[in-house]
């Protein structure tokens, strides 16, 4: 298992649109992927489902933590790290 903690740097948050570009990136990987927010393992939602992703309601300086298991893990999670790093733009 591969995990990673990014910031929510976008002061909009993760709205509609980084999230559907979120989606749309990790669907081009195998592996499982979940992400939470602020520390609350409790309420893991599928990073591969938009509409959850949207759910989790991450506002600007949230943390979000990736987890990703299966064959590509790696790959997955240096890609949500760029992805993030980036502001959650393509």
């Known amino acids: 298992?591969?995990?990673v903690t990014v910031t929510v740097n976008d002061p909009l948050g993760l709205h509609a649109r980084p999230s559907s570009l979120l989606t749309k990136l990790v669907k081009a990987?195998?592996?499982h992927i979940t992400v939470y927010?602020?520390?609350d393992s409790s309420r893991k939602?599928?990073?591969k489902n938009v509409l959850s992703v949207m759910d989790l309601?991450?506002?600007f300086d949230d943390?979000?933590?990736f987890e990703a298991s299966g064959d590509d893990?790696?790959?997955a999670i240096a890609a949500i790290e760029t992805f993030a790093n980036s502001g959650?733009?393509?």
Do not use: G, S
């Open 29 to 31: 990987f195998n592996c």
């Open 37 to 39: 927010k602020n520390e």
């Open 63 to 65: 943390k979000l933590t």
């Open 45 to 47: 939602c599928d990073v």
């Open 57 to 59: 309601n991450a506002l």
């Open 1 to 3: 298992m591969e995990i």
């Open 73 to 75: 893990e790696r790959k």
């Open 88 to 90: 959650f733009e393509n």
